[in-house]
């Protein structure tokens, strides 16, 4: 069993910048998701194992950026410029392969991240 585990969430003023941690075990495409109150989760980044593949919502494009510390068994989701529609419940997840990301093996438990106008 894979635990993954975020942190880094909170409140934020638009056009501030958070990052946030998922320490993980290895071995695993990692990605990110986000589901705003009212709506289904939606795929916001993704990296494979070894970094050499990532993949993102076009929506985020350019604000967002995923990366990893094999090392340190984490990845990290660096967002700036937020916008107040970026508030949501941000989740770690992990599949064998980054083909299968938006169907992952594993999830976290979510953190909040609030952007206030």
């Known amino acids: 069993q894979v635990q993954l585990v975020e942190s880094g969430g909170g409140l934020v003023q638009a056009g501030g910048s958070l990052r946030l941690s998922c320490a993980a075990s290895?071995?695993?495409?990692m990605g990110w998701f986000r589901q705003a109150p009212g709506k289904e989760r939606e795929f916001v980044a993704a990296i494979s194992w070894s970094s050499s593949s990532t993949r993102y919502a076009e929506s985020l494009k350019g604000r967002f950026t995923i990366s990893r510390d094999n090392s340190k068994n984490t990845v990290y989701l660096q967002m700036n410029s937020l916008k107040p529609e970026d508030t949501a419940v941000y989740y770690c997840?992990?599949?064998?392969?980054?083909?299968?990301?938006?169907?992952?093996?594993?999830w976290g438990q979510g953190t909040q991240v609030t952007v206030s106008s």
């Open positions: 290895g071995g695993y495409a």
């Open positions: 997840a992990a599949a064998t392969f980054i083909a299968t990301i938006k169907s992952p093996d594993y």
